[in-house]
């Protein structure tokens, strides 16, 4: 097998890999996990080391050669949080597509307290009625679809540094210059969890000039 996938070149390989003790839905739901601990631990949740030190074996051995959408729901607390109590949800969707009724069945076994942002991770369409519940429900809510998560958009070699300000950084900035606008619907902003009014400070390395920062704020 690897003499034939290997004489392909075009990642066959991998995938026939991936394939051999389990189906292509684990290996998604392994790579969109993974993405999404590495954002979660961008943003400042308390993600466990152990958790990124598990193989794609591992996390077969654990959860099953076809995962139960259910068993994948993880919630990671803020480092800043002194009780270690704030902090975010995670809860995967299945594959059917998502209605009212299931974000109001989802709603409603969550425990509010504590909670700080919720991410549902969609296999379909939500409709409009589903979107609306979301976006009344009084705890920030974001949406990924999977294949949103597949690859970390940040970790791309052609992708600049982000970092977000603090408040106190922020306001000394904009006594001395004139923000540009960025987006809070883009990728990167998403990926960070971005809301209206934070500024980030972007850095681009290479090029003309060796490096070179820019600070946006997001609209």
Known sequence: MESQAGSNGDGSCIIEAAMEEGSMESYRYYLSRRTLLEMLTDRGYDVPPAEFSRSLSDFRAVFGPNPEPSRLRVFFPLITSPSKKEGI??????????????????????NKDGLHRL??????????????????????????HITELLMNITKHVLMPKHEILSAQEKRKLVNKYKLEDK?????????YGLEKGQVVKITYKGGIFDSFVNYRCVS
């Open 119 to 144: 991410i549902l991770v969609l296999q379909s369409k939500m409709n409009s009625h589903a979107r609306k519940v979301l976006d009344e429900y009084p705890i920030k809510a974001e949406i990924f």
């Open 183 to 191: 987006q809070g619907n883009d990728a990167i902003a998403r990926y």
């Open 89 to 110: 949800l995670v809860i995967y969707c299945g594959t059917d597509k998502i209605r009212k009724a299931t974000i109001c069945g989802i709603l409603l076994q969550i």
